[in-house]
């Protein structure tokens, strides 16, 4: 749900209001969206993918980088502000960092859900990260042990690439040869 209520406020006035809070604030059009805390578990999860995307990518072009770390998705063609804080973000391209964040597109995102925003991971983001062009957006729910893998599809929709529950071997379509076992990953 969105902090301003109704209301929308400047990008300075949005940069103003993280410096006088210690809350995960992401903007998206005038909007601000509080992110909660993450649980223990979202952070073991989170921990995990790190650690398997990280050794997968070691000594290649792309990095990972894990909340709190701010993307502001930029794309030519796409009007608006959107500065999101992902849980992981898989980078290739290096022409968007700055010192404090990355501007522009990141290959891969991965989201973990929590009771109480998945709409913004299941619908505002999805929208999003489809809208400007994220190859491949992971859906982690660890209330159900559950990861959803979105590509985009030539005619830049979503499409689910792979789900599973429980149990079983995931795959990456934009990093061939990346497998995580989901045993693993909710242990």
């Given at each position: 749900?969105?902090?301003t209520h109704?209301s929308?406020?400047?990008?300075?006035?949005?940069?103003?209001?993280?410096?006088e809070?210690?809350?995960?604030?992401?903007?998206?059009d005038?909007?601000?969206?509080?992110?909660?805390?993450?649980?223990t578990k979202?952070?073991?999860?989170?921990?995990?993918l790190?650690?398997?995307?990280?050794?997968?990518?070691?000594?290649?072009?792309?990095?990972?980088?894990t909340?709190?770390?701010?993307?502001h998705?930029?794309?030519?063609?796409?009007?608006?502000?959107?500065?999101?804080?992902?849980?992981?973000?898989?980078?290739?391209?290096?022409?968007?960092?700055?010192?404090?964040k990355?501007?522009?597109?990141?290959d891969?995102?991965?989201?973990?859900?929590?009771?109480s925003?998945?709409?913004h991971?299941?619908?505002?983001?999805?929208?999003?990260?489809?809208?400007?062009?994220?190859?491949?957006?992971?859906?982690?729910?660890?209330m159900?042990?559950?990861?959803?893998?979105?590509?985009?599809?030539?005619?830049?929709?979503y499409?689910?690439f792979?789900?599973?529950?429980g149990?079983?071997?995931?795959?990456?379509?934009q990093?061939?040869?990346?497998?995580v076992?989901?045993?693993?990953?909710?242990?």
């Amino acid at each position: 749900m969105g902090l301003t209520h109704g209301s929308f406020i400047s990008l300075k006035q949005f940069y103003e209001m993280r410096e006088e809070s210690d809350d995960l604030l992401e903007y998206i059009d005038g909007v601000v969206f509080m992110s909660p805390s993450p649980s223990t578990k979202h952070q073991r999860v989170s921990s995990r993918l790190q650690l398997k995307f990280g050794n997968f990518l070691e000594g290649g072009a792309c990095e990972v980088f894990t909340a709190p770390y701010d993307v502001h998705l930029k794309k030519d063609g796409v009007e608006g502000n959107k500065i999101i804080i992902p849980d992981i973000s898989i980078i290739c391209d290096k022409s968007g960092f700055t010192e404090t964040k990355y501007v522009g597109v990141p290959d891969l995102i991965v989201e973990i859900l929590s009771p109480s925003n998945q709409s913004h991971d299941l619908v505002t983001k999805l929208n999003l990260y489809m809208k400007f062009g994220v190859k491949e957006y992971w859906i982690v729910n660890p209330m159900l042990n559950s990861i959803t893998v979105y590509v985009l599809n030539e005619e830049g929709m979503y499409e689910q690439f792979d789900i599973k529950t429980g149990s079983g071997k995931l795959a990456s379509k934009q990093f061939d040869g990346f497998e995580v076992d989901l045993q693993y990953v909710f242990k």
